[in-house]
């Protein structure tokens, strides 16, 4: 369908797929770093990734601001929170 835009903002140029870890503190044949993928490899076909932070949402306009300063106008918005790992916060 031409109608439909899909947009990934995401400011990381790394995937990494956590399920895996699972099966690597299983000791199942996998090592961290077989989780980690190109960011660009993962993203579906038609998709248009954006590489960057979303700043604010602005839902009484169906619009995002983006950290670089970019607006973003929507139908509808999907929201997948992510994480930033902070490995050396571990004693």
């Given amino acids: ?14 995937h990494w797929y956590q ?8 000791h199942m044949g996998f090592s961290f770093a077989d989780s ?6 993962v993203i579906p076909p038609g998709a248009c990734w ?6 604010a949402f602005l ?3 169906n619009s995002i601001k983006l950290a670089n ?5 929507y139908d509808s918005l999907v929201v997948s929170m992510g994480l930033k790992n902070g490995y050396e916060k571990i004693p």
């Fill in 19 to 26: 399920p895996m870890w699972t099966m690597v503190g299983g």
């Fill in 36 to 41: 980690k993928r190109p960011q660009k490899d």
């Fill in 69 to 73: 300063g970019q607006t973003i106008t």
């Fill in 1 to 14: 369908n031409n109608d439909i835009s899909v947009q990934l903002i995401e400011p990381k140029s790394e």
């Fill in 50 to 55: 954006l590489q960057t932070e979303v700043a």
């Fill in 59 to 61: 839902p009484e306009k």
